[in-house]
């Protein structure tokens, strides 16, 4: 075995031996959680205290905060609310927390839930474009990053072209995004964007 292959760098060494690196680093995780479980709630109450809510096979389902660690190589944290994923039919608002890059919040459609909110979607083309959101052109409605081959953002389309998008595939995804320097900022940009986005399936699914 060539030892120079698994000797350290200066920097790397520097790292490792500094426990304050992981302390800081799972402190932090902590605060996006209690953030998260903050915005839980107010957005239950939100669903649970409109007239014109989601219908109850979704808007029973409570609230769910996850976490993991190589969402490619770095960590993560996500609240999914509302949250009904089923293989063939998905509703759900997906706020992310991605370390080194973003906050986002994004609206994931499939199956009944994409047929019945595709025209409204397409309806609100200029209040999405006028937001700066971005719309999925990925075959993979399970990746979250906002690179040129998976997000583009609504406002670099015509109205056809985004009607095209909606269209082309099973699913929808539509998200925005906030960089994590910005964190003073997140709280309203997560509840302004989960507002924006759970107008359309309101829209189609009135309470019972």
């Avoid at 200066?10 to 790292?15: A, N, S, W």
């Avoid at 007239?51 to 490619?72: H, L, Q, R, T, W």
């Amino acid at each position: 075995m060539n030892n120079a292959k698994i000797q350290l760098s200066p920097y790397e060494l520097e790292l490792v031996t500094n426990a304050d690196v992981i302390l800081t680093k799972n402190s932090i995780i902590a605060k996006v959680y209690e953030l998260f479980g903050h915005l839980a709630a107010k957005m239950k109450r939100q669903i649970h205290g409109n007239p014109a809510g989601f219908d109850k096979e979704v808007s029973d389902i409570s609230p769910k905060i996850s976490k993991g660690e190589n969402y490619m190589g770095l960590p993560y944290v996500m609240l999914d609310y509302p949250r009904y994923f089923e293989k063939e039919n998905i509703l759900a608002v997906r706020t992310m927390f991605w370390w080194g890059n973003f906050f986002s919040v994004g609206l994931h459609l499939k199956g009944k839930y994409k047929l019945h909110c595709e025209e409204a979607i397409k309806n609100g083309y200029s209040l999405l474009k006028q937001n700066n959101c971005h719309i999925s052109i990925s075959a993979d409605e399970w990746q979250h990053h906002f690179g040129p081959d998976n997000y583009v953002s609504v406002h670099s389309l015509e109205s056809e072209q985004f009607n095209d998008v909606i269209t082309a595939k099973d699913f929808i995804k539509i998200a925005s995004m906030l960089p994590v320097a910005q964190w003073g900022n997140a709280e309203k940009f997560i509840l302004d964007n989960f507002t924006r986005f759970v107008k359309f399936p309101k829209r189609q699914f009135p309470k019972r």
